[in-house]
């Protein structure tokens, strides 16, 4: 997931049981020691999601990690601040909403109207010059 982000908010998705990673573009920072900090905005419980596989670009500004919420829920969703510790401005101040896994197969679509079959065809076209 590439997102290009630089001092706004943000919705991301994290997916329960699935691999979450995250790119975005941010502003210019000298360290490279990153924390998320989330917010349960249900119980405005504050905790520290865990990182891993951090990297930032310097020359291309952007940061990419991997995160995991311990005892993430279906359904909650976090305020969530990317801070660096060579700087006193967060990279990332949004939110996180949490969702089942996506792993399973579409269902298959019925419609409504039972009345009209769509048939198969043959693309044919006629061409009027």
Same mark, same amino acid.
């Given at each position: 997931?590439? *997102? *290009?982000?630089?001092?706004?908010?943000?919705?991301?998705?994290?997916?329960? %049981? $699935?691999?979450?990673?995250?790119?975005?573009?941010?502003? +210019?920072? @000298?360290?490279? =020691?990153?924390?998320? %900090? #989330? $917010?349960?905005?249900?119980? *405005?419980?504050?905790?520290?999601? !865990?990182?891993? %596989?951090?990297?930032?670009?310097?020359?291309?500004?952007?940061?990419?990690?991997? #995160?995991?919420?311990?005892? @993430?829920?279906?359904? $909650?969703? /976090?305020?969530?601040?990317?801070?660096?510790?060579? !700087? @006193?401005?967060?990279?990332?101040?949004?939110?996180?909403?949490?969702? @089942? !896994?996506?792993? *399973?197969?579409?269902?298959? /679509?019925?419609?409504?109207?039972?009345? /009209?079959?769509?048939? =198969?065809?043959?693309?044919?076209?006629?061409? +009027?010059?």
């Amino acid at each position: 997931m590439l *997102l *290009l982000l630089y001092k706004s908010q943000i919705m991301l998705s994290y997916f329960i %049981s $699935q691999s979450n990673d995250y790119t975005f573009r941010t502003q +210019i920072t @000298a360290s490279n =020691q990153f924390t998320m %900090s #989330l $917010q349960d905005m249900t119980t *405005l419980e504050t905790f520290t999601g !865990s990182i891993t %596989s951090m990297s930032y670009e310097p020359y291309e500004s952007y940061v990419s990690f991997s #995160l995991n919420i311990s005892g @993430a829920i279906v359904g $909650q969703e /976090y305020r969530a601040t990317l801070l660096n510790s060579g !700087s @006193a401005l967060p990279l990332f101040n949004g939110s996180i909403q949490v969702y @089942a !896994s996506q792993s *399973l197969d579409k269902s298959v /679509y019925e419609n409504q109207n039972k009345g /009209y079959i769509s048939h =198969q065809s043959p693309n044919s076209y006629i061409i +009027i010059k």
